[in-house]
C-alpha cells in the first residue's frame, strides 16, 4: 500500500474511532487491496464498520468524515449494526465469504468471529446475483458495443464484480478460489465449461496491462458476455442439482 494512501486510511480510522467513540464495533479493512492482485492506480479501499447503534441520529458525528473519505475518491464504508451483521449471513453469504477470505482487522473485534454460512445459501444468492447482473450487463453491452471505447470501459467496470461472483461459485463447488485474476478466470472456466479466454482482456486491463483497444462490436465484447451467459446457465444447474 503506498505510503500516502495509507496515511490516508490511518486517518480516516482515527476519525471514525475519535468520533464514534464506544459505538464502533469493529473497523476492518477488506477487499481487493489486500488481495494485491488490482493495478495500484485504481485501487480503492473497502471498509467494513459494525456499529451498536446505526441509528441517523448516531450516524451523524460520522458524516463530516465519510463526506471527506468519498470526496477523496474511497468508496462509502458498508454500516452494519453488530446485530444485523450476525443475522445477515443467510442473506450475504457471497459476500461475507469473499470479504472473510481477504480482510484485516484495524480497530475492534474480528466481525467473523462465530460467523457460519451454508452452502444452500451460497448457492440461492449465487443464482440470483448472476441473473441480476447478466440482466444489467446486457442492456449495458447493447449501449456500448457501438463504441469501442464505451465497450472497453464497460468490461473493466464490469469484471470486479464477476470476480467476486467466479470466486463464490468455486466455494460453492468446493474449491478453494485462486486469488490472481487470469488464475480465477480459468479456474471458473474449468469448472463451469466456459471460455476462460474470454476475461482475457479485462483481465490485462485492470492488472495495469496495456490490451489493444476495442474497435465498435469488437468480438472481445461478445465473447465476455457469451461467458458470462454460459456462467448464468452453470449457475441455474448448481441450483437444481444438475
Not at 480516516?12 to 495500484?40: K, P
Not at 459476500?95 to 472473510?100: G, K, S, V
Not at 446475483?129 to 456500448?144: D, H, M, P
Request: without cysteine; hydrophobic residues 45%.
Amino acid at each position: 500500500m503506498a505510503r500516502d494512501a495509507q496515511a490516508r486510511l490511518d486517518g480516516f480510522v482515527t476519525d471514525l474511532e475519535r468520533a464514534l467513540g464506544d459505538n464502533a464495533v469493529s473497523i476492518v479493512l477488506f477487499g481487493d487491496a489486500l488481495r494485491g492482485t488490482i493495478d495500484a492506480g485504481r485501487r480503492t479501499h473497502d471498509i467494513l464498520l459494525l456499529l451498536q447503534d446505526a441509528a441517523p441520529s448516531r450516524l451523524r458525528s460520522i458524516g463530516p468524515t465519510i463526506a471527506r473519505w468519498v470526496k477523496s475518491g474511497e468508496p462509502p464504508p458498508l454500516i452494519f449494526t453488530q446485530r444485523g451483521w450476525r443475522a445477515s449471513s443467510d442473506v450475504f453469504p457471497i459476500e461475507m465469504e469473499d470479504m472473510r477470505e481477504a480482510h484485516r482487522v484495524l480497530r475492534g473485534a474480528d466481525p467473523f468471529d462465530g460467523i457460519t454460512t451454508t452452502t444452500a445459501d451460497l448457492r440461492r444468492e449465487l443464482e440470483r446475483e448472476i441473473r441480476g447482473k447478466l440482466l444489467q450487463l446486457r442492456s449495458e453491452y447493447a449501449a456500448a458495443e457501438a463504441d469501442g471505447k464505451a465497450l472497453g470501459e464497460l468490461l473493466a467496470a464490469s469484471v470486479g464484480t464477476f470476480f467476486v461472483l467466479f470466486r463464490a461459485v468455486l466455494r460453492a463447488g468446493g474449491t478453494s478460489p485462486p486469488q490472481e485474476p487470469g488464475a480465477l478466470a480459468r479456474a471458473t472456466g474449468d469448472a463451469a465449461g466456459l471460455d476462460a479466454g474470454a476475461f482475457d482482456w479485462a483481465v490485462q486491463r485492470v492488472t495495469g496491462g496495456k490490451p489493444r483497444a476495442l474497435q465498435p462490436y469488437d468480438e472481445v465484447g461478445a465473447r465476455y458476455v457469451e461467458a458470462i451467459e454460459r456462467l448464468a446457465e452453470f449457475v441455474d444447474g448448481m441450483g437444481r442439482g444438475v
